[in-house]
């Protein structure tokens, strides 16, 4: 499954352990969509960010594991480290498969960080938003669809 089909706690795990393991990433503003549209026309310094760490997350083959498998691998590496992690690739976006070192203490400060540079609080937003979108959706499709909410 790809990281961006996981639940918004799940990304953010592997996003923090990708930065202990990879980082420390430096601070980028993620912006807003509307900004980055106008702006940008190729990825922005944030969706490159964000393009490591699915790098990191493949390489790893995360891919594979299902949600509470990747959710227990997650909480492992936080407590107990680990040194057989593949980088995938590098902070600069260039390819790579050696080996990198986490520790629970890198873990920890790429957690403060995230909260720090306030990505936290920007991807649970953006989660919110999309969650909002999806039910609207489906209101608009099933109010559109004859009312078949109203059992008519």
Not at 7 to 33: E, H
Not at 51 to 64: L, P
Not at 93 to 100: E, L
Request: overall charge positive; some cysteine; aromatic content about 12%.
């Amino acid at each position: 499954m790809k990281l961006a089909f996981r639940n918004t706690k799940l990304k953010i795990k592997v996003a923090v352990i990708a930065d202990a393991a990879l980082g420390p990433f430096p601070y980028v503003d993620p912006g807003n969509t509307f900004d980055r549209y106008l702006v940008e026309s190729n990825r922005t310094p944030y969706e490159c960010m964000w393009h490591t760490i699915g790098a990191f997350y493949s390489s790893n083959q995360w891919n594979g594991l299902s949600n509470e498998r990747l959710e227990q691998r997650c909480n492992q590496l936080a407590s107990q480290g680990c040194y057989e992690l593949t980088s995938g690739k590098d902070i600069n976006g260039y390819s790579s498969n050696h080996k990198v070192i986490v520790s629970p203490q890198a873990i920890k400060e790429a957690s403060e960080r995230w909260i720090q540079y306030g990505w936290l609080n920007y991807e649970e937003k953006r989660a919110d938003k999309l969650k909002f979108a999806g039910r609207a959706a489906k209101w608009t499709a099933l109010i559109a669809g004859g009312g078949s909410i109203f059992g008519i």
